[in-house]
């Protein structure tokens, strides 16, 4: 696996294999590598000739009360996982490399982002969307995974993939999860371990969601009611949304039906957990 951390570098690097043929899958990730971004590697590994990951923690996307300075990190250990997962290049930029110079130009999402995560985190999408954008322009993948965990992150991505015609096929990619059903992410270190056992909440309550769908319920206020009665009973955790919108576009349904993502997001102490489940109605 090769480790490359400049820009420059990086571009040479992938002229070359696009020079010979190759289609590349990019895996763009914030570290502190678990099963959910391994399964992408595998994902891309199956798709495309070199797999590319990328490594940023990227200041951009974090409010100014969030956990940028505490986010995990141990590129160490990352670097052995995503070696021992087949990557093939392995791009790790500093902040410095990534945001030479930050002054001209301001990239905001003005569309799907007042809802879910977008309204509660104002400027995350746009933060995230600017370093994808700087991402794709390194590595020209052919092909980028991404994990349906943040399905919020797939809709926007899908939309800028589209309107700014980046030649790019969006694959998302099943949520990993624990045993117990809790989804895998970097931020569940920062549970106690009787919060982990709590936050099986969140999957327990989306699979709520799901009998009282498949049982016929088709009116989304009640099935948030009865999410949040589930969680409040069963955990500590502090609900910061539950939310039900058509996918991808975001937008209410009056009735559910079509493509329904249901989604929430919970508060333990030191740590906001999200969630969600696709279903086809
Ligand atoms: O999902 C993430 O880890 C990040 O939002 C991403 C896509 C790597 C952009 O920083």
Redesign the pocket.
């Known amino acids: 696996m090769q480790i490359i951390t400049a820009i420059k570098e990086m571009q040479e690097k992938i002229a070359q294999y696009k020079h010979n043929g190759m289609t590349i899958g990019f895996v ?3 570290g502190f590598l678990h099963e959910g971004h391994l399964s992408l590697v595998q994902e891309a590994k199956q798709k495309a000739d070199l797999v590319v990951m990328s490594i ?1 923690v ?1 200041p951009l ?1 974090f409010g100014p009360n969030e956990d940028y300075d505490r986010y995990p990190r141990d590129i160490v250990r990352d670097e052995q996982l995503a070696k021992n997962a087949g990557v093939d290049i392995l791009f790790y930029p500093e902040v410095t490399e990534m945001y030479k110079d930050t002054r001209y130009f301001h990239i905001s999402v003005s569309g799907l982002v007042d809802v879910l995560c977008g309204s509660k985190r104002p400027g995350h999408f746009d933060g ?1 969307v600017t ?2 954008i700087k991402l794709f322009n390194i590595v020209l993948p052919t092909y980028a995974f ?1 994990g349906k965990k ?1 399905a919020q ?1 797939v809709a926007v991505v899908m939309k800028m993939v589209e309107e700014f015609n980046f030649p790019i096929k969006i694959i998302p990619v099943e949520t990993v999860r624990e045993e117990d059903g809790l989804a895998k992410s970097s931020r569940n270190v920062y549970l106690t371990s009787e919060e982990k056992q709590e936050a099986t909440v969140l999957y327990k309550s989306l699979q709520l969601a799901k009998t009282l769908i498949e049982e016929g319920e088709t009116n989304s206020r009640s099935i948030i009611e009865k999410m949040t009665r589930f969680i409040q009973n069963h955990s500590q955790g502090n609900i910061d949304y539950i939310e039900i919108y058509s996918f991808p576009n975001l937008k209410p349904l009056p009735n559910l039906q079509g493509h329904v993502l249901v989604a929430l997001a919970v508060r333990f102490t030191n740590v906001r957990l999200i969630d969600n489940i696709l279903l086809e109605i």
């Open positions: 763009p990730t914030m940023f990227n996307q995230v370093v994808l991404f943040d992150q």
